[in-house]
């Protein structure tokens, strides 16, 4: 049973920092690509940030680009979202998700983690 935890979401002003975590389980993640995606209210999840789990491989949407960096353990199967600089546009649900690294469908998904940046 594959399993996606995140934590590390809260309340912090604008400019301040947070690292969000992603604890994965069920399987062995090395063919897997792991994803952060958000969803602001009243608007469609998007894309955040992406790593590679074998090659560590990144990719970011531009909005977040120079302010956040996403990073695996290997050791503790998990991925990390380090979020600086934020900003009130950043505030919304974060989702830890998952999909085979061949394959642009992520096909697990986290229950998602509430950050909320105040101005």
């Known amino acids: 049973q594959v399993q996606l935890v995140e934590s590390g979401g809260g309340l912090v002003q604008t400019g301040g920092s947070l690292r969000l975590s992603c604890a994965a389980s069920?399987?062995?993640?090395?063919?897997?690509?792991m994803g952060w995606f958000r969803q602001a209210p009243g608007k469609e999840r998007e894309f955040v940030a992406s790593?590679?789990?074998?090659?560590?491989?990144?990719a970011y949407a531009n909005s977040v680009k120079g302010r956040f960096t996403i990073a695996r353990d290997y050791a503790t199967n998990t991925v990390y979202l380090q979020m600086n600089s934020l900003k009130a546009e950043d505030t919304g649900v974060y989702y830890c998700?998952?999909?085979?690294?061949?394959?642009?469908?992520?096909?697990?998904w986290g229950q998602g983690t509430q950050v909320t940046v105040s101005s």
């Open positions: 069920g399987r062995s993640f090395s063919s897997y690509t």
């Open positions: 998700a998952s999909r085979i690294s061949s394959t642009m469908n992520y096909d697990y």
């Open positions: 790593i590679s789990w074998r090659g560590g491989g990144t």
